[in-house]
């Protein structure tokens, strides 16, 4: 039986989790976009963390349908977030303060949170 992709986007947020991504959510953006389905977002130390997470993410999605369809510094430091898009399911690898700044959760707030 294939997953469903809430099923997989909780998959990859506990993989964040066990990899000791901290504040790890996920939202149901699929109302509010025709882009994609869901928002995964973690908080991570450093970049060596984010990679590690990716390389996670990649390692997992090599049993899925998914893809990475890019992956995309949104800050000038380059590991303050990490947007990895999956298609159906975008992940946000977030240091702290890039966290408290961009407040993802509220700016998405008409969102479901699922975690």
Known sequence: ???T???MALEIAK???DGKGTDVCVLDVSELNSWTDYF????VSSGPHWQGLYKEIKDYIKDT???IHKIHN???QGNDWNLIDLGPIVVHLMSQEA?????LEKLWHAGKKIM
Not at 40 to 43: F, L, S
């Open 5 to 7: 992709v809430k099923e």
């Open 65 to 67: 349908d998914l893809e």
């Open 15 to 17: 993989l964040m989790e």
């Open 40 to 43: 995964v977002i973690a908080t």
């Open 1 to 3: 039986m294939e997953k």
């Open 74 to 76: 949104k800050t000038s």
């Open 99 to 103: 966290r408290d700044f961009y407040e």
